[in-house]
């Protein structure tokens, strides 16, 4: 399976563990979200904050979300995976916030 980076984010189902493999595989999605991030990077810090803050909120929400799901899967469940980078996506956040002069 691949993912399909051309394809309706909301599809995206955390429980399907070949869609989870592709989608931390995907170079595609990589390089996209290495390409925006330098775009916001160079936003004044006011604007970054503005975006930042409430898409923090939303990930914290789709962490929780996951962490409620794979609490009693197995220890080697790729979805585990998912949730360690989520988890490190959220550190990255709360470190540009404070970075910035927010308070995360």
Known sequence: ????????????????LDAVDAWLDDPVVN?????????????????????????????QARYDELADVVADAPVDDPRRFLLVAMGEQLEKFRARINELGGNA
């Open 1 to 16: 399976m691949t993912h399909n980076p051309d394809g309706d984010p909301a599809a995206f189902d955390s429980t399907d």
């Open 31 to 59: 390089a996209l979200h290495e390409d925006l991030g330098r775009q916001f990077r160079a936003l004044p810090p006011e604007q970054q904050l503005a975006g930042l803050i409430p898409e923090l909120e939303k990930a």
